[in-house]
């Protein structure tokens, strides 16, 4: 089992950026997939970034242009930088990895193991 831990998120208003990081317990570079989801309240959870091991990475639809995903295999870590945040980016964010073979990188059922979350809210 994976720990991951999230730190960075809070509160910013309509086109601001915020910066949210994970904190692997074990080597990234051994982890098939890391992805970032959220979830707003009454709402479903959304995938919204992922990358892969080799580095290859996608965006969901809704921040695609918006949302820069990295990865930092030194130090054990992958980071989500959001950019002009909209009012409806407010969530609760995961981090999440898959340690298995994955071809649905923004599907919450392809990730074994999840963090606590943190919050993101965007005031309009």
């Known amino acids: 089992q994976v720990q991951l831990v999230e730190s960075g998120g809070g509160s910013v208003q309509a086109g601001g950026s915020l910066e949210v990081s994970c904190l692997a317990s074990?080597?990234?570079?051994?982890?098939?997939?890391m992805g970032w989801f959220r979830q707003a309240p009454g709402k479903e959870r959304e995938g919204v970034a992922y990358?892969?091991?080799?580095?290859?990475?996608g965006y969901a639809d809704s921040v695609k242009g918006r949302f820069t995903i990295s990865r930092d295999d030194a130090k054990n870590t992958v980071t989500l930088r959001m950019n002009a945040l909209k009012p409806e980016d407010t969530a609760m964010y995961y981090c999440?990895?898959?340690?298995?073979?994955?071809?649905?990188?923004?599907?919450?059922?392809?990730?074994?193991?999840w963090g606590q979350g943190t919050q993101v809210t965007v005031s309009s």
């Open positions: 990358i892969y091991e080799n580095n290859v990475h």
């Open positions: 074990t080597r990234i570079a051994s982890i098939h997939c």
């Open positions: 999440a990895a898959a340690r298995s073979a994955t071809s649905r990188p923004l599907s919450g059922s392809a990730y074994n193991d």
